[in-house]
């Protein structure tokens, strides 16, 4: 089974650009989040999406945007991008619902984003 | 308000001895908790979970955890560590909902 994929690995663009991150669910996964992990501040909640719609979204401006598609696959989009935004961004996977024994989420290995 | 306190955030300790990387939740969240490792430029790996039942949750690599409702805690300890422990370790809560909240991290350094 695959597992969470991240495109791209390594992304790097300059201050006032965007950036399109993407990230594709484990099969069967309708539950996205998006976290940045920025060097010494830990996972900061980005945004969770679920069945195609918003559910959540942490304390970021908003140009950090994103969307869920039908197959469930999700793209983070930040806009006028700034240095401090340099980070790396999770996206991981869960199934629907309270199915005990399935509740995890899956991580991808990450976009890591630098901004010059 | 803040779901998930990670109290260390980082946890020096010499190569075989023990360690406890300690977490507290807020009561109000629901109780499934997680511990996942991050090494080195790599994503995030489920360590153990706690879901229901026995509140001594086994997980891999020789971790462990204890879940205490009284004291809405849920540490991780190891009996002893290997160089190769060396990582970051994030202590997790589902909320209604099926979201993940993630506490700040705990970074386990191992001296030999």
């Known amino acids: 089974e695959a597992g969470v994929t991240q495109s791209p690995t390594h992304l790097i663009k300059t201050r006032g650009q965007q950036a399109t991150l993407r990230c594709s669910p484990i099969?069967?996964?309708?539950?996205v989040y998006w976290y940045q992990q920025a060097l010494g501040l830990g996972l900061q909640f980005l945004l969770w999406?679920?069945?195609?719609?918003?559910?959540n979204r942490g304390n970021f401006p908003p140009r950090f945007s994103g969307r869920q598609f039908p197959n469930y696959s999700s793209e983070l989009n930040v806009n006028a991008l700034e240095l401090e935004d340099s980070a790396l961004y999770l996206c991981?996977?869960?199934?629907?619902?309270?199915?005990?024994?399935?509740?995890?989420?899956?991580f991808g290995q990450g976009t890591r984003l630098t901004v010059v | 308000a803040q779901s998930v306190t990670q109290l260390d955030s980082q946890v020096p300790v010499f190569e075989e001895a023990p360690v406890e990387l300690r977490c507290n939740y807020s009561?109000?969240?629901?109780?499934?908790l997680f511990w996942y490792v991050q090494y080195p430029n790599q994503g995030l790996q489920l360590l153990l979970k706690?879901?229901?039942?026995?509140?001594l949750v086994k997980g891999i690599n020789g971790f462990e955890a204890e879940f205490n409702k009284s004291q809405t805690s849920f540490h991780l300890r190891k009996p002893s560590v290997h160089i190769s422990d060396t990582a970051e370790y994030f202590c997790?809560?589902?909320?209604?909902?099926?979201?993940?909240?993630f506490g700040t991290g705990t970074s386990l350094t191992v001296i030999p």
């Open positions: 991981a996977s869960s199934p629907a619902g309270w199915d005990r024994g399935r509740t995890e989420a899956f």
């Open positions: 099969s069967g996964h309708t539950s």
């Open positions: 999406y679920d069945e195609g719609e918003e559910r």
């Open positions: 009561s109000s969240v629901s109780v499934y």
């Open positions: 706690y879901l229901s039942g026995s509140t």
């Open positions: 997790a809560v589902v909320k209604t909902g099926n979201q993940f909240y």
